[in-house]
């Protein structure tokens, strides 16, 4: 956004705040803004085999988390205790985040230290996915689109002042 951008900033919590002069001067009075973050995962215990205990980051459903993690450093695989091994009565109820682990394909707490600490993050993989008529299916696509909307308009002329902030 810089080559449109009147001034910029990073404040503390790591939002960008543009502010772009426009064909009228208002006081910074009008406020765009998208988020950002995306939510993820952060380890918080190996077990003695290997197994990666963790936390959420953000608002995340567990009844989602099954299969679905990667990283840049090291791929992982969710996962709960096997069907086969579970009560009629587990069936029926949403696990705990603490019944999930992640598994990334090592058999000690040794081998998962060399690969991973506590307070690393993990993020979730997906592709960019075209579906039905016109759908796209992408993770943080929200934040993706509301961001690219905000730099579509810092590239345009504007009747008056504005300031877009990156949350």
């Known amino acids: 956004v810089t080559p449109y951008a009147t001034d ?3 404040d503390a919590m790591g939002n960008l705040i543009v502010l772009k002069k426009g064909a009228r001067a208002t006081g910074n009075k009008l406020m765009l803004c998208a988020h950002m973050d995306e939510v993820g995962l952060i380890i918080k215990s190996i ?3 290997g197994y990666l205990k963790f936390g959420c980051v953000g608002g995340i459903d567990r009844r989602g988390l099954l ?3 990667g990283e840049q450093k090291v791929t992982g695989v969710i996962a709960l205790k096997a069907i086969h091994m579970t009560t009629a009565e587990e069936r029926k109820k949403v696990p ?3 019944e999930y682990y992640i598994d990334i394909g090592v058999k000690s707490r040794e ?3 060399k690969l991973v600490g506590i307070g690393d993050c993990g993020v979730f993989v997906s592709d960019v996915v075209e579906f039905g008529d016109g759908m796209l299916k992408a993770k943080a696509i929200d934040d993706r689109v509301g961001c690219a909307v905000l730099v579509k308009l810092l590239e345009e002329d504007l009747p ?3 300031t877009f902030v990156f949350t």
């Open 67 to 69: 299969g679905k993690l």
């Open 8 to 10: 910029l900033r990073v």
């Open 47 to 49: 077990t003695e085999d």
């Open 160 to 162: 008056m002042d504005c």
């Open 96 to 98: 705990k985040l603490e």
């Open 111 to 113: 081998e998962a230290e």
